[in-house]
């Protein structure tokens, strides 16, 4: 149980372009989903915290209007790298949790990387 | 600041050993800790959940323990296998309202045949 599927898992595209990736939840409802972003050898660092039906919660850094997150349902949850540029290319991981104090369960990650 | 430090070198073991890795932090009081498993290009595997008011949790063959005046958590698997080979992610879970975890940079573990 548990699972949380992410798409696609790999991105390659021009400057300028942006990209929408997608984060289910596949077996259960997630109230709560995360989005992070992780360089090599470093930790993953939290971009924002998404709840159903409302904005997302951003972390100090990360720019609102750069990177949009929709969690229109309670399986669903999308982040739009918008107008993506080389600097962004990274690795972008989504989590998901349902009610309460439980483990977050992740999708597999998206390499995006931009020309 | 909030800080998590876990083994900042690679541990080497031979299979059949016991990997002990640690995760220590400071300026930080948090409600759980929780240690995540991940292999290359893939995203992090929940292993095990320790509340604070715990001080050892099992599964299976894996172990943590968390010492809360210490500030440290440690994480044992035993019998080792070379599957068992990968990075291994401690994070401080703040809990209620606002919750999020406070990432370790992990621990690259490798079980030699």
């Known amino acids: 149980g548990a699972v949380v599927s992410q798409h696609p898992s790999r991105v390659i595209c021009k400057s300028g372009t942006s990209v929408k990736i997608e984060c289910r939840s596949l077996?259960?409802?997630?109230?709560?989903m995360f989005w992070y972003r992780q360089f090599p050898k470093k930790s993953l660092m939290l971009m924002a915290t998404s709840n159903e039906g409302s904005k997302a919660t951003y972390e100090q850094g990360v720019e609102k209007d750069k990177f949009l997150i929709n969690h229109a349902s309670l399986t669903l949850s999308t982040l739009t790298v918008t107008s993506a540029h080389p600097e962004d290319s990274s690795f972008y991981i989504c989590s998901a949790t349902p009610t309460g104090n439980q483990p977050q369960h992740f999708g597999d990650g998206t390499r995006l990387s931009i020309l | 600041s909030q800080k998590i430090e876990q083994n900042s070198e690679a541990l080497n073991i031979q299979e059949g050993k016991t990997a002990t890795l640690t995760c220590n932090y400071t300026n930080y009081s948090p409600a759980y800790l929780q240690w995540y498993r991940q292999d290359p290009g893939r995203g992090p595997v929940f292993l095990l959940l320790?509340?604070?008011n715990e001080k050892e949790k099992r599964k299976e063959r894996l172990k943590v323990t968390f010492d809360t005046t210490l500030k440290q958590s440690l994480f044992h698997i035993t019998a080792s296998q070379p599957a068992d080979s990968a990075t291994y992610l401690c994070?401080?879970?703040?809990?209620?309202?606002?919750?999020?975890?406070?990432w370790g940079l992990g621990t690259s573990l490798a079980v030699n045949p």
């Open positions: 994070a401080l879970d703040t809990a209620g309202n606002n919750r999020k975890l406070i």
């Open positions: 320790i509340r604070e």
């Open positions: 077996d259960f409802q997630a109230t709560t």
